[in-house]
């Protein structure tokens, strides 16, 4: 069964330094996503991305956040200077296109600042 | 904005007993509506969801969910529950429209504990 594939599954950064969370989306999907769940929170979207081009973002996607699909098969979230606040599990997600079909969620990165 | 409320943070019923957890959201406009589920250490897992068919919608593992627009609800119950359905549920909600890009609001999450 195809799966959306996360790496790496832990990551430790020291605060000011850049991150990149990596992604593999199921290969014929078209929409891909980033959303983040600080502990004890609810998950909140970040970013959804389409045709090469960020679709959408919310307030927490600043200038500090990037995403990428830089091969045609990864999907990558860079975090330019980390923060305390940005330590979260990080979830990818795809689908295939329509805003009723199924996301599939990749098992998330868990991110520590420290 | 959209917003999704699930009621109860924490869920405890013993094993065979009826699980209910209950999902509202806010807008005026029914908007698709789903079930996630998150066992420890892993992903989240699509459950069911609803678009426009039936309101009576079946998932997984014995779960279904009922829409209620007149409630703005969309509750999720399983008749019977087995230790194994213990894990964390996501309720979440994306609009219709053309300019949706999918993105899902997620409530809270409940937290379901199963007792032998």
């Known amino acids: 069964e195809p799966e959306v594939t996360q790496t790496p599954s832990h990551q430790v950064t020291q605060m000011g330094q850049e991150v990149i969370l990596r992604c593999v989306p199921i290969?014929?999907?078209?929409?891909f996503y980033w959303y983040r769940q600080i502990l004890g929170q609810k998950v909140e979207f970040l970013v959804s991305?389409?045709?090469?081009?960020?679709?959408?973002k919310s307030e927490i996607f600043d200038d500090q956040f990037s995403v990428e699909r830089p091969d045609g098969s990864n999907f990558t979230l860079k975090i330019r200077s980390t923060k305390l606040e940005d330590s979260a599990m990080y979830f990818c997600?795809?689908?295939?296109?329509?805003?009723?079909?199924?996301?599939?969620f990749g098992q998330g990165t868990r991110l520590t600042v420290v | 904005a959209q917003s999704v409320t699930q009621l109860g943070s924490h869920v405890s019923v013993s094993e065979g007993a009826l699980v209910l957890l209950r999902c509202n959201y806010s807008s005026s406009v029914p908007p698709y509506l789903f079930w996630y589920v998150q066992y420890p250490n892993q992903g989240l897992q699509l459950l069911l969801k609803?678009?426009?068919?039936?309101?009576l919608v079946k998932g997984i593992n014995g779960f279904e969910a009922e829409f209620k627009k007149s409630e703005t609800s969309f509750h999720l119950t399983k008749p019977s529950a087995h230790m194994s359905d213990a894990a964390e549920y996501f309720c979440a909600v994306s609009d219709r429209g053309s300019s949706n890009t999918g993105k899902l609001i997620f409530g809270q999450g409940t937290t379901l504990q199963v007792k032998p």
């Open positions: 997600a795809s689908s295939l296109g329509q805003p009723n079909t199924e996301a599939f």
């Open positions: 609803y678009t426009s068919a039936a309101t």
């Open positions: 290969s014929n999907h078209l929409y």
């Open positions: 991305f389409y045709n090469n081009e960020i679709s959408e």
